[in-house]
């Protein structure tokens, strides 16, 4: 074989490697939104008021930005508009800055809020939201590529694709969605879900029961819930001061629980570590070292 041929040969490897990365979400590449070297950033901004009578309900579809929804002490919905754009100079900045807007519809159930995005063949811009909203409202969020903040608002739902996620001091529960960032919950009233994969998760003070999905990463489960079950292949998982049932599944990473009540492990290659045990203890695992200290019930093994 020819050195050009091997060449050729390594290059379509590589490529195709990269390119299987990339669809299987691996390598994070936005081709709509690249940002070239000599690019320059320029920040607009605007502010709305979404008067009373308001729907019962707030939903925020964004993406590639931030979105902040804060409950505080009044009858409306405020909100600042952010425009994050890259171009060459502030003319061309400008340009579409002019033709960039939130898109705002009051139907009968919820106040939706959007942006134009999809008007734009070239887009290399972020748009970001910071939302004042009555205390207690209920809200949904879609976003990507940015942080969604949640605090002081009612039943949560938050999707929010290569995003970190922070939802705290909640009339209600949650459920929330990402990827490849971290998720921060604390202070609900309700129960918590969270789907994710190669992110680290933490759950403090949440009384409902609590649903975990995630893989290469870490979960922090702390605080008094009714009921938890972590499903968290390829993740470290910490489980501390948890009285209601637990069961736990996950593989090749540590599984640590403090002060839990009866507990279901279900393990691979999953080294355990149990100190403060009140109940049943039923534990699966191969591979690897269990500790176990002042468990308090029954134990199977």
Same mark, same amino acid.
């Given at each position: 074989? =020819? ?26 590449? $936005? ?17 709305? /008021? +979404? ?7 707030? =939903? /925020? ?41 939130? $898109? #705002? ?31 207690? &409202?209920? #809200? ?12 002081? $608002?009612?039943?949560? &739902?938050?999707?929010?694709? *290569? ?12 459920? +929330? ?20 994969? *190669? ?27 009714? =009921? ?5 292949? *390829? ?6 001061? /948890? ?49 176990? =200290?002042? /468990? ?6």
């Amino acid at each position: 074989m =020819k050195a050009k041929e091997i060449v050729l040969l390594i290059f379509i490897i590589v490529a195709g490697v990269f390119f299987y990365h990339v669809q299987a979400g691996k390598i994070d590449v $936005v081709w709509d939104d690249f940002i070239a070297l000599d690019f320059n950033e320029y920040t607009y901004q605007e502010t709305q /008021v +979404i008067e009373p009578p308001l729907p019962a309900s707030l =939903k /925020v579809l964004n993406s590639h930005g931030q979105v902040e929804v804060l409950g505080a002490e009044t009858d409306r919905i405020t909100f600042t508009f952010e425009k994050r754009i890259w171009r060459r100079n502030e003319e061309k900045a400008r340009e579409v800055a002019d033709e960039l807007h939130p $898109v #705002v519809n009051k139907g009968d159930t919820a106040v939706t809020i959007t942006t134009n995005r999809s008007d734009f063949k070239r887009r290399n811009f972020e748009t970001n939201f910071r939302i004042t909203v009555p205390s207690g &409202m209920p #809200v949904e969020v879609t976003n990507s590529y940015g942080l969604v903040r949640a605090d002081q $608002v009612g039943e949560t &739902m938050i999707d929010n694709r *290569h995003g970190e996620v922070s939802v705290t001091n909640i009339r209600g529960g949650a459920v +929330i969605e990402n990827s490849y960032e971290d998720v921060e919950v604390s202070g609900l009233e309700s129960n918590c879900t969270i789907r994710s994969r *190669h992110s680290d998760i933490s759950v403090k003070a949440v009384p409902g029961e609590v649903n975990i999905e995630n893989s290469y990463g870490l979960v922090d489960l702390r605080g008094d819930s009714q =009921k938890a079950t972590i499903t968290a292949p *390829h993740t470290e998982i910490w489980v501390e001061d /948890v009285s209601g049932p637990l069961e736990v599944r996950n593989s090749y990473e540590k599984i640590t629980l403090r002060n839990v009540g009866p507990s279901r492990l279900d393990g691979s290659h999953s080294s355990i570590d149990v100190d403060g045990l009140a109940g049943n203890l039923e534990i699966n695992d191969t591979y690897e070292p269990i500790s176990l =200290k002042s /468990v308090r019930g029954n134990l199977q093994i």
